[in-house]
């Protein structure tokens, strides 16, 4: 860092330190450096929130204030947002909160983005965890139909669901996401766009190239395993050809949609 | 939150979701995304929460009632003053109705009170220059189907609700502006309204800011 620059940043700091809290200013310098060290210029942090949530994480009753006026609505209503129904949300919100506040957890805030999209993040992910372990606990009526169902899934159907999951493997990681997210996750082109920065109309058209993309590498795959066989007849379905490919991959055995 | 072994975590998934990271973290970020099941489910989470309308709650017609008082206070006020200035020509107060969750964003403001100028649709002219100017002697323009108001000298689009509580991504250097245009290009237009403008796309606030000294 060049000496001018090195006391841009120092005042950049100073001023921050001075106009807020009791804070330790080597303390305040010493987290910036940690965040510089992950590669994120200074231009790109966000300092006032990482004051912020520095002087929590040292205990300054005035800034779990600021941080309680400021950001636990946001939580609250992210939460909401996220887990769509009202207990799991209110839980999901709750446990945030606790880990910010008993288990240190904002001490982890780096500054590299706002905090509320830190937040944010966070709050998504507990609640992607919490919606997940609640869709784990199957019912006794369906676990029983489970057990009992019979096998409907044939070897061929099988081997097709290992061919779709090496061809998805095979992608470019981008096209994957974007198939993935869209089949796997159920999100909409709108919120795809909105992660990735594209108009709906050109994933509409991406997704279009890449589903021609896969369809073309599992009939290849197909035909090098069917030899004789007319592997023009197999439908490929590919919504649920990626679900069962899916389900391979994590070691679950598929069950099919009544 | 648990993380899979080389998860990024919740700082490298906000940079990224506020396009903050240079294109080989961006990358590497997306590829541990298209590989980690858990990751995605979160992402997905996060993008769909974002996107959804906000949760109906109490304060939001507290809220509404507050401004519908406030709006009518400062609209008799205006017109009440013989020798004040000129009541200005955007409608800076939003009223209850442009505040609720449950308008419609593309619905026409109401003026702010009795005395307050009719909200006048943005100047259709053909010379770049000549709307620029004309947009800004109205208070209104319309960019990339977008209407803007001209509040306290910020543009600020009309789908602004500031109960919303939407992230908030401030853009102030010629750098980050860049970063921002080459991955959502329908905001550089907008952005290049003024010094100062506030767009809200894809369920985050983006505020535009000239640069510090």
Redesign the interface.
Known sequence: MSAERTASFRAEILERVRLRFALDLAGFEDRVREALA????I??LALDDLYLATACATGEEAAWEELSRKHF??IR??A???ARTDPPAGDVAERVIADLWQRGKIR???????L???L??????????A??ARARIVPLERARDRSTEPETEGPDRRALARIAAEALRALP??A??LL??YY?????L????????A?KAALSRRLARIRALLRADILSRVSAGMEGRDFARVNIDLAALLAVA?AEE?GERPVKEK | MTHAAGSPDANALGAYLEGKLEPPERAAVEEHLSRCRECRSALATFARAREAPRPARMISWLAAAAALVLATALGVRVASRPDGPAAPASPPARTPEAASPMKAPSDPPVPAGPEAPAARPAPAVEDPARESLETRRSGHATVGGKTFDLIAGRWTDRDFDPDADLPTVTVSTALDRKDLFARIPELAPCARLGDRVLVVHGGTVYRFEPPGP
Do not use: M, P, Y
Request: glycine share 12%.
């Open positions: 992950t590669g994120t210029g231009e790109r609505a946001f209503d992210f909401l947002r996220c982890q805030f780096a500054g590299r983005s706002t509320r999209t830190w944010g993040t966070v709050v998504a992910h507990t609640a992607s965890n919606l997940e990681h981008d994957r996401l993935l997210l796997e996750q159920g999100s909409t709108e919120e795809i766009g909105a992660l990735l920065g108009s899916q994590k």
